[in-house]
C-alpha cells in the first residue's frame, strides 16, 4: 500500500495563536480514514491547511501529497492534482448558475492537468448520471451555486462535485451536520460509490452516526491540535459511550 | 506567504497594465492647429463641409463656452486640462468621399479587425445563408459605423437599412443629406447651453452616429458605433443622435477603446434620444478608453452628457452600460420621462481598478403622469480607485403616480478602493413612490477559496463572482455583445486579487 497523504508534525498558527501542535498522520490508498473529536479540536483546521486555504500559517511539519510537498503548491493546483474538499460550510455564489461552476471549475481542472475541455455533451451526460445517482434533480443546476439552498441541498451539491471531478483524495469535513437520516444515506452511498483502491478519504465528524454508513479503516481522535488516539473502526463506538472528556483531560 | 497577504499585496501592486487594445494604429492624418478658437471651430466646421446654420450653431456654444466654468462637484480629482494644449480635430487623411469600403486606409480596418468588430459587410455576411430580399435571416446581424479619431470611415449595411426606411450614418453625412431632421432635433434634448462638456462638444464635436427610424419602423438589425481615439493629445468629441418617431424600435450598441499612452486623453461626447409616441430605444454601451497604467499615469478623461427624451406617450428610453474603462468617467445617462406613462431604465456596470475614479449613475425626471424608472447599479471598486454612484430620482408636481425602483450594490475588492452612493430623491408629487435599496460588500475570501478549491484559479475566481454579481444587468444587454462584456469584466480585473 502507498501512501496517498501523509501530515508529519504539522504545526498551524492562526493569528499568532497555534492550532495544530505536531500532527501526524499517514492515509494510503484505498483507505477510509475517521477523524472524531470535540469542536475546537481543529479538525476544520486541518482540512483548510491539506486545501490550501490562506490565512493559516505553517511553522512547521510537512504535507506530502502522493509524495510530493502540498504546502508549496497554489490551492487550485492542488485541486486540479486531486485534492478535494467538501466544506463544513459550503458558501453561496450568486449569479453563478451552478451548471456553469461545475463545468468551469471541471474544465479548469482539466486544463491545469493538461487535457482537453470535456465536450458539452459528454459533461451533461456525466452530470446527469451522477445527478440520479443522487437524487438531485437537475432544476436544482440552474440555480445559483447554494443560493437558497436547504442545508441537505448543499451537502449533496458538495458529493455531486467530488463525483464530478474524481479526486483521488477526497476530504470530507462534517457532511453528517445537518442531514436528516435519509439525505445522510444518499450522500453517504455517493461517497461509497468512489471508494476505488487508488482513492482515499478522510472523513471528519463529531458523531459515530455517519461511520455505519462510511466505514472507516482508521479513526483518529483529535483533541487541542493533536491525534490523541488511534485505532480501528470500533474506537468510534467506544467513543459514542465514552465520550471525549476522557482526551480532553489528557490534552489539558 | 500566506495568500491572504498575498492577496493584499497584488492589490497593493495595482495591475492594470493588461490592457489589450492599447496597440497604436501608424496612418497618416491631418490635424488641425493645437488650441481651441473660433478659427478652429470655423475649421472643424469648413472640413465637415457644413451648412452655415451649423456653423453658427457650433459659434453660438462656443462663445458660451468661454464664459462657463468647468464643474467641480463630482467625486474626480485630476489635474487642470489646459483646453489650449489639445488638437480638436484630426483625420485619417484621404478619408473624404469613399465609394467603398475597399478605399479604406486598410491599415484601419486591421485596426478593428484586432478589435474584433468586422467591417466588411461580405464577412458579416459570410456566416449567413439567405436568399435577396425577403426572409429575415435566422442569425442576427448587426450595422457597425466606425469613428476613427474625428471622422466615420465606414458605415455598414446601408443599403439594407435604407430599404427600412431607417437613417444610419455618420451624423457629418446627417447634416447635409438631411439638415431638416438634423436641425429639428440636435440639442432639443441636450441643449448647447447644457454643461461645460456638452457646450465644448456643441463646438468642436467631430462625428459619432445619426439614427432616424421612421414611424412604425422596427429597426431591422442592431446598430452599433465603435469609437476609437487614435491620435495622441487629441481630444475626440463625439455627437450621436438618435430618434425613434412613433411606434418605431431601436437597439443600438457602442464601443470605445483608446491605446495606451502617458498622457490623459479627453474625451466629452454628447448623446441625444427622442423617442415619441409608443417608440422604443435600447441604447448600450461597453465603454473600455484606456484607463492608465499601474501608476495612474494617462487614461482617458471621459467627461459624457447622454439624455433621453421620452417625449412621446408610452415611450420607453433604456440605458445599459458596461464601464470599465478610463482613468475618469463622469458620465450620467439621464431620461426626461415627458409623455404620460413613459419608462425609463438605467443599468450600469461601473468597474474600476488601478488609480480609476467614476463617478456616475443616472437621472430620471418624471414629468408627465404614471412615468415609471428602474435602476440597476452595480459598481464594483478594486485597487486604489474610487467607485460613485450618483442619482437623481425627481417627480414633477404634476407627475401623478410616477414610480421607480433603483437598487445599487457596491462590490470591494480589497481595502484600498472606495465605494460610494449618493442619490437625490426630489418628489414635488405626494403620489410618486420611490423605493431605494443600496447594498456595499467586500468580495468574500470565502468564496473565492471555494472556487479555488474547485479548481479555478483566483483571476478566473474573482471573475465568476463578479460576473455572478453583475448578472442582472448582463441580461439587459443584446446577446451579442454580453459574451464580450462578460470577458471583458474579466479582463479588467486582472491582477486585482492575488
Ligand atoms: N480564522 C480563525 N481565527 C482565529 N481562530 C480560529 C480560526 N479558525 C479556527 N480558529 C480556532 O481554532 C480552533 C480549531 O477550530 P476548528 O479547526 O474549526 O475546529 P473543529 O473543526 O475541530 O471544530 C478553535 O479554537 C477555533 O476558535
Ligand atoms: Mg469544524
Request: hydrophobic content about 35%.
Amino acid at each position: 500500500m502507498s501512501a496517498l497523504l501523509e501530515v508529519n508534525n504539522l504545526k498551524v498558527r492562526v493569528e499568532d495563536r497555534e492550532i495544530l501542535h505536531g500532527l501526524t498522520l499517514t492515509v494510503n490508498k484505498g483507505q477510509v480514514h475517521a477523524i472524531m473529536g470535540p469542536n475546537g479540536s481543529g479538525k476544520s483546521t486541518l482540512s483548510h491547511v491539506i486545501a490550501g486555504k490562506p490565512g493559516y500559517e505553517v511553522t512547521d511539519g510537512e504535507i506530502l501529497f502522493e509524495g510530493d510537498d502540498l504546502l508549496a503548491m497554489e490551492p487550485d493546483e492542488r485541486a486540479a492534482k486531486g485534492v478535494f474538499l467538501a466544506f463544513q460550510y459550503p458558501v453561496e455564489i450568486p449569479g453563478v448558475a451552478t451548471m456553469n461552476f461545475l463545468r468551469t471549475a471541471l474544465n479548469a481542472q482539466r486544463k491545469a492537468r493538461g487535457e482537453a475541455e470535456m465536450s458539452t455533451p459528454d459533461f451533461l451526460k456525466k452530470v446527469r448520471e451522477v445527478c440520479t445517482r443522487l437524487n438531485i434533480p437537475q432544476d436544482m443546476l440552474k440555480r445559483g451555486v447554494n443560493v437558497g439552498f436547504s442545508g441537505g441541498e448543499k451537502k449533496r451539491n458538495e458529493v455531486l462535485q467530488m463525483a464530478l471531478f474524481e479526486p483521488s483524495l477526497c476530504i470530507l469535513d462534517e457532511m453528517d451536520s445537518g442531514l436528516d437520516i435519509d439525505a445522510l444515506r444518499i450522500a453517504a452511498d455517493g461517497v461509497n460509490a468512489l471508494r476505488t483502491p487508488d482513492r482515499g478519504f478522510v472523513v471528519i465528524t463529531h458523531y459515530q452516526r455517519l461511520l455505519n454508513y462510511i466505514v472507516p479503516d482508521v479513526v483518529h481522535v483529535m483533541s487541542h491540535g493533536r491525534v490523541v488516539k488511534s485505532g480501528g473502526k470500533e474506537l468510534a463506538l467506544e467513543l459514542e459511550e465514552s465520550g471525549y472528556a476522557q482526551f480532553e483531560d489528557k490534552a489539558a | 506567504m500566506p495568500a491572504v497577504q498575498e492577496t493584499v499585496d497584488r492589490v497593493r501592486q495595482i495591475d492594470v497594465d493588461q490592457y489589450r487594445y492599447g496597440f497604436e494604429t501608424l496612418i497618416e492624418s491631418e490635424k488641425a492647429p493645437k488650441g481651441l478658437d473660433e478659427d478652429t471651430v470655423r475649421f472643424i466646421s469648413a472640413k465637415k463641409d457644413e451648412p452655415a446654420w451649423m456653423l453658427e450653431w457650433r459659434l453660438e456654444a462656443f462663445r458660451r463656452w468661454q464664459t462657463m466654468a468647468e464643474p467641480t462637484w463630482a467625486r474626480v480629482d485630476y489635474p487642470k486640462i489646459d483646453y489650449q494644449d489639445l488638437y480638436y480635430y484630426a483625420a485619417p487623411k484621404q478619408t473624404k468621399a469613399l465609394a467603398s469600403l475597399d478605399e479604406v486606409d486598410p491599415e484601419i480596418l486591421r485596426t478593428y479587425e484586432k478589435l474584433g468588430i468586422s467591417l466588411r459587410e461580405q464577412e458579416i455576411l459570410a456566416g449567413v445563408v439567405r436568399p435577396d430580399g425577403e426572409g429575415a435571416p435566422e442569425e442576427r446581424r448587426v450595422a457597425v459605423d466606425a469613428v476613427f479619431d474625428s471622422v466615420s470611415v465606414a458605415t455598414t449595411f446601408q443599403a439594407e437599412l435604407k430599404k427600412a426606411g431607417v437613417i444610419f450614418m455618420p451624423i457629418s453625412h446627417a447634416i447635409r443629406e438631411h439638415p431638416e431632421l438634423v436641425q429639428k432635433y440636435l440639442g432639443s434634448v441636450v441643449p448647447t447651453s447644457d454643461n461645460f462638456f456638452a457646450t465644448l462638444n456643441s463646438a468642436v464635436f467631430s462625428d459619432g452616429s445619426f439614427v432616424y427610424v421612421p414611424p412604425g419602423v422596427r429597426c431591422p438589425m442592431e446598430l452599433s458605433t465603435y469609437f476609437r481615439i487614435n491620435e495622441k493629445n487629441t481630444g475626440q468629441f463625439e455627437r450621436t443622435l438618435i430618434i425613434a418617431d412613433k411606434g418605431a424600435y431601436v437597439s443600438y450598441l457602442e464601443g470605445c477603446t483608446a491605446p495606451q499612452r502617458d498622457e490623459n486623453q479627453l474625451h466629452a461626447a454628447v448623446v441625444e434620444l427622442i423617442a415619441h409616441d409608443d417608440a422604443e430605444i435600447k441604447y448600450s454601451t461597453v465603454q473600455n478608453w484606456y484607463p492608465g497604467n499601474s501608476e495612474g499615469q494617462g487614461g482617458i478623461y471621459n467627461f459624457v452628457t447622454k439624455r433621453g427624451d421620452c417625449r412621446g406617450r408610452n415611450s420607453k428610453i433604456s440605458w445599459t452600460q458596461v464601464e470599465t474603462g478610463s482613468a475618469i468617467t463622469w458620465k450620467y445617462p439621464s431620461c426626461i420621462l415627458r409623455g404620460d406613462n413613459s419608462r425609463g431604465e438605467f443599468y450600469s456596470i461601473a468597474i474600476s481598478n488601478g488609480y480609476q475614479q467614476v463617478d456616475s449613475g443616472t437621472k430620471m425626471i418624471h414629468l408627465g403622469k404614471n412615468t415609471t424608472s428602474r435602476v440597476i447599479s452595480k459598481g464594483i471598486a478594486a485597487g486604489k480607485s474610487q467607485n460613485t454612484y450618483r442619482g437623481l430620482i425627481s417627480a414633477h408636481r404634476k407627475a401623478t403616480g410616477a414610480r421607480n425602483f433603483t437598487a445599487c450594490d457596491s462590490l470591494l475588492i480589497g481595502d484600498k478602493c472606495g465605494a460610494h452612493t449618493v442619490p437625490y430623491v426630489e418628489a414635488k408629487n405626494s403620489s410618486a413612490l420611490f423605493e431605494h435599496e443600496a447594498t456595499t460588500s467586500k468580495i468574500s475570501e470565502d468564496v473565492l477559496f471555494y472556487c479555488v478549491q474547485r479548481g479555478l484559479s483566483q483571476e478566473e475566481a474573482v471573475g465568476l463572482v463578479v460576473n455572478g454579481f453583475v448578472k442582472d444587468v448582463l441580461q439587459q444587454l443584446p446577446m451579442e455583445f454580453a459574451v464580450e462584456a462578460q470577458k471583458l469584466i474579466s479582463i479588467s480585473l486582472e491582477g486585482s486579487v492575488g
